[in-house]
């Protein structure tokens, strides 16, 4: 794609749509959005803006609101920082069911093209960026309500986000949480959240899935430190030292 624009950028002002096809929308679009993505991952990393407008397109980042924009300064880093296979992981399991389903939400390339496996309909995503998925928990709670944060590959818990990850575990769970912490922000309320990921030896749902509910609450049994690893955030800045302390107690 890259090759074939740069043969017509460079040739097209003596001969039209040279080589004889042309690049394809697809393939111009493509380039486009992730140029302007990029772009702005470098100026929110630098310093240079901490919010910059995007194409839908290029679904860097965006919002219940559909406001498409870049990342934070701190949200930026963590994704510059983030990568490896674990971020493409395709799902493999059952069509249907609660990974099924996770599947869905997750926006997961493995079940784009099927049909929805989740009782209560696909729809619903409150905030979504290129590595996570955030959308409400519809389990019962007493709180004012409450989120799950997914990421879009498909990692069954943390041990196997330790495994498929490597060092890039802490960036994705880190993501996570901020993800969470966000998203909360945004549909239920202002203030602490409690942040929950359920052990990997009691998780029922294999799709690593974070739960961010009010601090006095609960939901699904949670907070509970005998099979879950939970910590109280209070502001953004706190999601890298949380994620590496459920790193160190999956241990």
Request: with cysteine.
């Amino acid at each position: 794609c890259h090759r074939l624009l740069g043969q017509h950028l460079s040739l097209s002002g003596s001969h039209p749509w040279w080589p004889p096809r042309p690049p394809g929308m697809a393939c111009v679009r493509t380039w486009l959005s992730t140029s302007l993505a990029l772009a702005a991952l470098a100026a929110s990393v630098q310093g240079k803006n901490d919010r910059v407008e995007l194409p839908a397109a290029s679904g860097f980042l965006q919002s219940s609101s559909g406001a498409v924009v870049a990342p934070t300064r701190e949200h930026a880093t963590v994704v510059a920082q983030g990568g490896g296979s674990c971020t493409s992981a395709l799902y493999q399991g059952p069509a249907q069911g609660a990974e099924a389903c996770f599947c869905h939400k997750a926006h997961n390339a493995a079940c784009v093209d099927l049909p929805c496996a989740c009782r209560e309909g696909c729809a619903g995503v409150e905030y979504q960026n290129a590595q996570t998925i955030s959308f409400i928990n519809l389990a019962r709670t007493d709180c004012q309500g409450a989120m799950l944060t997914v990421p879009r590959a498909h990692i069954a818990d943390m041990l196997d986000l330790k495994g498929e990850c490597g060092s890039g575990a802490s960036s994705l769970l880190t993501s996570m949480l901020m993800d969470g912490f966000k998203a909360y922000q945004t549909s239920v309320g202002s203030g602490p959240v409690m942040q929950c990921i359920h052990s990997a030896s009691t998780v029922s749902v294999h799709w690593l899935h974070l739960h961010s509910f009010c601090p006095e609450g609960q939901v699904d049994g949670l907070p509970n430190a005998m099979n879950a690893h939970c910590s109280l955030m209070t502001s953004i800045a706190d999601a890298g030292q949380i994620a590496e302390q459920f790193l160190q107690s999956s241990l």
